[in-house]
C-alpha cells in the first residue's frame, strides 16, 4: 500500500472519529447514555469538561483542511476511475461527497473559502454535467480542469507542492456494476 493510500484511510478513520464524538456529545446533551462495546472505556473517559471544553476537544480533532483533503484526495481518485468504469452513479456519489467534504471544511476554516470557490463554482460543477450527460470525453475533460483548479488552490494557499496528480492505482475495491 503506498504512502497516499494509508493517509487516504486514516483520513476516513480521522472522519468516523469524528463522527463518533458528534454522535456522542449529542447524547450527553441529550442526556441518553452512550452504550460502549463490551470492555471498551466509554468516550467520555478523555472528553471531559464543560459542553464548551469537550467541543474544543472536539474541533481540536477535526483540525484544518488536511483530514478533509486527505478525504478529497481519496474520493479523487475514486471519481477518476469511477469515470474511467463508467460507473455514473458511483460518479456522482463522490462528487457530491467531494462538494460536501470541501464545503464543510471551509465552514471550519472559512479564510480558505476565496480560494476554493473557483474549485466550488466552476470546475465541480462541470465534472457534475459530464457526469450526469454520461459523456467519456467531456468527462476526461472536466477531470483535468478539475485537478487544474485543485493545482490553483493549492498555490493561492502557498502550498504549490500540493501536487495533484491522477491516480495510476485504484485504493477501493468498487467497481463498474455488472
Known amino acids: 500500500m503506498n504512502s497516499s493510500a494509508r493517509i487516504s484511510i486514516i483520513a476516513l478513520i480521522l472522519a468516523g472519529l469524528a463522527a463518533v464524538l458528534t454522535i456522542t456529545m449529542w447524547r450527553q446533551s441529550r442526556q441518553v447514555p452512550a452504550e460502549p462495546a463490551s470492555g471498551a472505556a466509554p468516550a467520555t473517559e478523555w472528553l471531559k469538561g464543560t459542553a464548551e471544553e469537550r467541543f474544543a476537544v472536539v474541533e ?23 469515470g474511467k468504469d463508467r460507473n455514473w ?28 470557490q473557483p474549485f466550488l463554482d466552476e470546475a465541480l460543477p462541470v465534472v457534475m454535467k459530464s457526469v450526469a450527460a454520461r459523456d467519456e470525453a467531456a468527462f476526461a ?8 483548479a485543485c493545482m490553483k488552490c493549492h498555490t493561492d494557499e502557498q502550498v504549490p507542492y500540493f501536487t495533484v496528480e491522477f491516480p495510476d492505482r485504484r485504493i477501493s475495491p468498487v467497481r463498474t456494476l455488472r
Not at 475533460?141 to 487544474?148: D, K, S
Open 60 to 82: 481540536k480533532q477535526l483540525r484544518g483542511l488536511d483530514v478533509a483533503m486527505a478525504e478529497i484526495g481519496y474520493r479523487f481518485t475514486e471519481l477518476y476511475f469511477s
Open 89 to 116: 452513479d458511483y460518479a456522482k456519489y463522490q462528487t457530491e461527497k467531494i462538494d460536501l467534504a470541501l464545503r464543510l471544511a471551509l465552514v471550519r476554516r472559512p479564510k480558505r473559502a476565496k480560494s476554493s
Open 141 to 148: 475533460a472536466a477531470m483535468n480542469r478539475l485537478r487544474t
